[in-house]
């Protein structure tokens, strides 16, 4: 039987030459590995804690709505560029392979204080980072983040002030 470490696939210089990409989509061909993976992700106590969780454009999505149904906690999506209409907060954040900019709609914060973000990977930080400044801005609570894997290598977690729980490290 597959484990899910098996199904973490590396893509050799891809967006660009010296990345090595890690893709997780395979994860959603094994139903009862994803299902484990959505369980074990929901069980976490920072996120029994948040009165949202914030996914992060685009995989955060598939992995934070799943989480979202199990918890019963509301989703509040965090887009890439002209993705959302309405007023926005944005702020502007580094990749490992160029620069890009997050937005997450003003009115969906509105309701809610305290959050857990997901996403699919923690390699630099960056994208994280961006999201908890967009809350912080706004004096929101980050209690977490949780992401299905984590690049040990790229040191990520050193660069949050808040708990990280990682499914898989590589």
């Known amino acids: 039987m597959k484990k899910l470490e098996d199904l973490i696939r590396t893509y050799k210089d891809f967006p660009k ?30 996120l029994k804690n948040a009165e949202a969780i ?19 906690k509301p989703m509040i ?15 502007d954040y580094d990749l490992e392979y160029g620069k890009n900019s997050l937005s997450i709609q003003s009115d969906a914060l509105k309701k809610f204080n305290s959050f857990v973000i997901i996403d699919d990977l923690l390699a630099t930080g960056g994208t994280v980072n961006c999201v908890s400044r967009l809350l912080q801005d706004q004096r929101k609570e ?24 990682s499914m898989i490290t590589l």
């Open 17 to 46: 030459k010296g990345i090595d990409f890690k893709d997780v989509l395979e994860i959603l061909q094994y139903p009862d590995i994803f299902q484990d993976l959505i369980l074990k992700m929901s069980s976490n106590q920072f």
């Open 54 to 72: 914030i996914s992060i454009d685009a995989r955060g999505f598939i992995f934070g709505s799943a989480v979202a149904l199990k918890s019963s």
């Open 77 to 91: 999506f965090a887009r890439k560029p002209g993705k959302l209409p309405g007023q926005l907060l944005k702020r």
């Open 142 to 165: 980050i209690l977490g983040l949780i992401t299905v894997v984590e690049l040990k290598k790229m040191e990520g977690r050193l660069k949050l002030n808040f708990p990280v729980q």
